[in-house]
């Protein structure tokens, strides 16, 4: 019976988007309102996962298990299942999925059916990268969120579109590509298995070959995240793609990257993780760093917010290599707390720029003046993605932070320039465009936050306050298992190798 409650969110989207597809084009209306109607459905019905999760239990839960593929050696299952990991994921996406809908219900005019499908179809690919158990499955997922994605961006984006998916799709493929190759080789040699958790416990590779499929696969996840300096293709796609495409993209696809290297790098190739652990830690406080400093020279608002995910991702990414119970607690909540905060900006962002169809700082200015809620709802916003105590952003950086400085204290102090320079350039975005003198008489005739577009932002803001006061809402879920992630991937590590150049662990 729990199978089924992960087993209707995963086939769910495609239902509705089929049904979306059975309604005459010219309907409009009817086809939005089955989109939100099943998005919601689906958000409520998620809910049942949190409330269902028992914390105390080791593993996955609300598991699915059916053959699905067989021919000769071949084979695949359906299989999927949630932990305390992949949980708060899934919620996220069943979240921001209803909120971008309606985010786009007015300014999506041409081509509405086929972009409700795209998103629906999207929640789909999502979910499944987030609780496939099988590898094969996982791949699957992982290739076909591309699809709605490119159409996204394609079909709905700016100007300078068709560049932008293109870079996308081609960073996406080659990293993608590799880790196919590694994931065939793994089926090959690793006992014709796609199943992730033999494969954890049973595919004992030596360390060289370990270094080869753990590059193929970080390739994969640190194109997705972005980590320093794959990161090229998110500005452009951020900038060009519509409200709804920017929200599921910072909001979630990014977190792919991140849950990758949690899922398979780590337990699959431990020791080629520790071996590269200082790459990563180094180009981890790069990211940070480097996307702070050029997101504060940004001119236009959504390059700017796009910018301050390279940085803020790569606290994730300190978090994660810093190999210890506390640092990944803080990386798996950020990953929530940034998707929140992220797609709140983005949102707001879209709110101005369906008004004035300009995302140029300059171009605004006293915007406060004629804007009062709007006013407040983007400074909670702001103060959020900055990491004021008390909101949420506060506690997953802080805990990273405090998890790294055990292992790598100079370059987490290196890092914590990040939450300064974050401070910064998100207030002084904030003040350019909000305070000062009205110098464009268009500003005058802004509109303030509506009635619905209050509905869709007051669930983040609300969690923005919530999760920054009760954290453990999310930490009382994911100890047990980001504790076992930890422990075995220590006990993974044999003690008797050597890191090279360096010394046992």
């Known amino acids: 019976m729990t199978g089924l409650l992960l087993t209707a969110l995963l086939v769910g989207p495609l239902l509705f988007a089929l049904a ?17 109607s099943g998005a919601i459905l689906l958000f409520l019905v ?38 305390g990991i992949s949980l ?13 809908l309606m985010a786009s219900w007015n300014s999506i005019k041409d081509r509405v059916r086929e972009f409700l499908i795209f998103i629906l179809m999207l929640e789909t690919g999502l ?24 159409f996204l961006i394609g079909m709905y984006g700016g100007a300078n579109r068709v560049y932008a998916t293109i870079k996308f799709v081609l960073y996406t493929l080659v990293g993608s590509l590799l880790m196919l190759v590694a994931i065939m080789w793994l089926w090959s040699q690793a006992g014709h298995t796609f199943d992730i958790e033999t494969l954890t416990r049973t595919a004992n590779l030596p360390p060289s070959v370990q270094t080869w499929l753990f590059l193929a696969f970080a390739l994969a996840f640190a194109i997705k995240v972005p980590v320093f300096p794959l990161h090229t293709w998110l500005p452009d796609a951020h900038t060009e793609a519509p409200t709804a495409g920017s929200v599921m993209l910072a909001g979630v696809l990014l977190k792919m990257g991140t849950y990758g290297f949690l899922r398979f790098c780590f337990p699959l190739f431990p020791h080629a993780a520790r071996q590269f652990s200082t790459l990563f830690i180094v180009l981890a406080v790069i990211g940070i760093i480097y996307g702070a400093i050029v997101a504060a020279v940004q001119p236009d ?22 190999f210890n119970a506390q640092a990944w ?47 407040v709802v983007f400074l909670i916003a702001v103060l959020s993605s900055a990491g004021l105590p008390g909101l949420n952003g506060f506690i997953g950086e802080f805990t990273i932070l405090l998890g790294a400085f055990q292992s790598h204290p100079l370059m987490t102090v290196l890092a914590t320039s990040g939450v300064i320079l974050s401070a910064v350039y998100l207030l002084w975005m904030f003040q350019r465009v909000m305070y000062g003198p009205v110098t464009h008489e268009e500003t005058r005739s802004l509109k303030d936050l509506s009635r619905w577009q209050m509905a869709y932002l007051l669930p983040l803001l609300a969690l923005m306050v919530w999760l920054g006061v009760h954290p453990d809402t999310v930490f009382n879920k994911t100890h047990l298992t980001v504790t076992n992630a930890v422990k075995a991937y220590h006990d993974r590590v044999s003690p008797d190798w050597t890191v090279p150049g360096g010394s046992a662990r």
């Open 88 to 100: 708060f994921l899934v919620l996220l996406t069943t979240l921001l999925t209803p909120i971008s």
């Open 20 to 36: 979306i597809a059975l309604v005459p084009r010219a309907n409009v209306r009817l086809q939005k309102t089955i989109a939100l």
């Open 301 to 322: 608002m959504k390059r700017l917010v796009a910018y301050s995910s390279v940085s803020h991702l790569g606290f994730v990414m300190l978090g994660l290599f810093a």
């Open 46 to 83: 998620s809910l049942g996962l949190y409330t269902g999760f028992d914390p105390n239990v080791s593993g996955y839960q609300f598991q699915v298990d059916v053959p699905w593929i067989s021919a000769g050696a071949f084979k695949a299952n359906f299989s999927i299942g949630v932990d």
């Open 127 to 150: 979910i499944g990268v987030f609780v496939a158990r099988d590898l094969f499955l996982f791949y699957g997922f992982w290739e076909f969120q591309l699809i709605p994605m490119y």
């Open 329 to 375: 607690q803080g990386a798996v909540i950020q990953m929530v707390n940034h998707g929140i905060s992220t797609g709140a900006l983005f949102l707001l962002v879209g709110v101005l720029y369906d008004q004035r169809h300009t995302r140029l700082i300059r171009e605004y200015g006293g915007v406060a003046q004629v804007t009062p809620l709007l006013n």
